[in-house]
């Protein structure tokens, strides 16, 4: 039988984590148990969700052969709860659960070398769907390089996806990046990045997705916050002879952002944009709603403002 709709991890992380495939028998065979309990977002249990629990053999994690990967399927009872069991050498189990109108959460967990203890291979694990809510056009676009010159600021336009002149075919400063890079090798180097905005009221704020939601399909809130954004942030990567290295990019963090502020005489917001940033600086995705004062920041896939751009499916 051939695994579906899991998440396969890449094997780095299992070296990482000291598992060595190659050795067939580093995992003797003995039962493993999960309970799986799926909620809302108001912490209710979901019953009658869809849960595919699929689980991979050394020596090849990642097969699709029968012989070294399996699944096993079922829904959620009344109290949100679904229960899987098997005797195997399982290394790995992957989980993926979905229901109409909800968005799909996956997660992977690692199991241990068991040794003698039972519980090294006993798994509960809470995940949460969330509620497909009002997908919306948005501009959407991916950025995975520097700005085009170093040590200076420079502007992005969001609706048009360029640096601003005379860098590129932007015309409205939405966001200033400036990077400023130091290398005087792979031990002695920084390099920061700084975003920062040209009007008042225009900012970013970090949000940590919770443990529960780090597999949705919807990674961040539905709506932007009304407030709380700061007109500035740094990010750092650096290491230095006899210094800790430092690196701020964190996979656990989106950010959220207002740009294109208009305030009243009374220093009243009048009208604003919202948006999203998925990935860190300079490798990210970012999300922009078109509409004023619209803080819905769920994406149409299917709607990308951005014409001509490759396809940006994560909402």
């Known amino acids: 039988m051939k695994l579906q709709?899991?998440?396969?991890?890449?094997?780095?992380?299992?070296?990482t984590a000291g598992y060595s495939f190659a050795q067939t028998n580093i995992f003797p065979t003995k039962p493993w148990n999960a309970?799986?309990?799926v909620v809302g977002e108001d912490r209710l249990p979901i019953s009658g969700a869809n849960v595919v629990v699929g689980y991979f053999l050394p020596p090849y994690a990642f097969s699709d052969d029968p012989?070294?990967?399996?699944?096993i399927t079922g829904m959620t009872d009344t109290n949100g709860t679904f229960f899987a069991t098997h005797n195997?050498?399982?290394?790995e189990i992957g989980f993926s659960v979905n229901k109409e109108e909800y968005y799909e959460t996956r997660s992977v967990r690692t199991l241990r070398d068991p040794g003698d203890s039972a519980d090294d291979r006993d798994i509960s694990i809470t995940l949460t769907l969330k509620k497909v809510g009002k997908p919306?056009?948005?501009?959407?676009?991916?950025?995975r390089k520097n700005p085009p010159i170093l040590n200076q600021p420079v502007g992005y336009d969001l609706m048009v996806g360029d640096w601003v002149g005379?860098?590129?075919?932007?015309?409205?400063?939405?966001?200033?990046?400036?990077?400023?890079?130091?290398?005087?090798?792979?031990?002695?180097?920084?390099?920061?990045?700084?975003i920062s905005f040209p009007k008042k009221g225009d900012g970013i704020q970090i949000y940590t997705i919770p443990d529960s939601e780090k597999g949705s399909g919807l990674r961040s809130p539905h709506e932007a916050?009304?407030?709380?954004?700061?007109?500035?942030?740094?990010?750092?990567?650096?290491?230095?002879?006899?210094?800790p290295a430092r690196n701020d990019d964190d996979p656990n963090q989106i950010y959220l952002f207002?740009?294109?502020?208009?305030?009243?005489?009374?220093?009243?917001?009048?009208?604003?944009?919202y948006g999203k940033i998925y990935g860190d600086f300079m490798q990210f995705t970012y999300y922009l709603n078109p509409t004023p004062n619209d803080r819905n920041i769920e994406f149409d896939p299917k709607q990308n403002l951005l014409s001509g751009e490759p396809k940006v499916t994560v909402p």
């Open 35 to 37: 309970t799986i309990k």
């Open 166 to 194: 005379p860098y590129g075919k932007g015309v409205n400063t939405d966001m200033i990046f400036q990077a400023d890079d130091y290398r005087k090798s792979g031990t002695d180097y920084k390099h920061n990045i700084t």
């Open 67 to 71: 012989k070294y990967s399996d699944r």
């Open 136 to 143: 919306t056009a948005m501009y959407a676009k991916r950025i």
């Open 258 to 273: 207002r740009v294109r502020t208009r305030i009243d005489d009374g220093g009243n917001i009048v009208s604003a944009h």
């Open 88 to 91: 195997d050498r399982t290394a």
């Open 225 to 243: 916050p009304l407030d709380s954004y700061q007109p500035e942030l740094n990010k750092e990567r650096s290491a230095h002879p006899g210094q």
């Open 5 to 15: 709709n899991i998440v396969l991890i890449p094997a780095l992380i299992l070296a």
